[in-house]
């Protein structure tokens, strides 16, 4: 499974911000469990921000619940994370995940969220 991620950038504080990360397969199958999104600063652990599973149940840390949005469309193997009220603490650089049945995990590269004050 290959991840690709998009959607960063740098905006102001309380603003909105959108990323994707579709997912694709070689053999053309995606068989993806779980979603999901982390984010690491320098200095610190990749934290869990929100996942989703195939049937749409969704988590979220608390620091984003409320602010931010999981969704999935399983007919373009794409998850979103929509960003709302975004803080300065949210700068990160943010990561989707796929999970698939087998439990093996599958990366994507990250993409840069800056928020300014």
Aim: charged content about 15%; aromatic content about 10%.
């Amino acid at each position: 499974v290959q991840l690709q991620a998009s959607g960063g950038g740098l905006v102001e504080a309380g603003t909105s911000l959108r990323l994707s990360c579709a997912a694709s397969a070689s053999g053309g199958t995606v068989s993806v469990i779980t979603f999901g999104w982390y984010r690491q600063t320098p200095g610190k652990q990749r934290e869990l921000v929100a996942r989703i599973t195939s049937s749409g149940a969704a988590d979220y840390a608390d620091s984003v619940r409320e602010r931010f949005t999981i969704s999935l469309d399983n007919t373009k193997n794409t998850v979103y994370l929509q960003m709302s009220s975004l803080k300065p603490e949210d700068t990160a650089v943010y990561y989707c995940v796929a999970e698939d049945g087998f439990s093996r995990s599958y990366w994507g590269q990250g993409t840069q969220v800056t928020v300014s004050s």
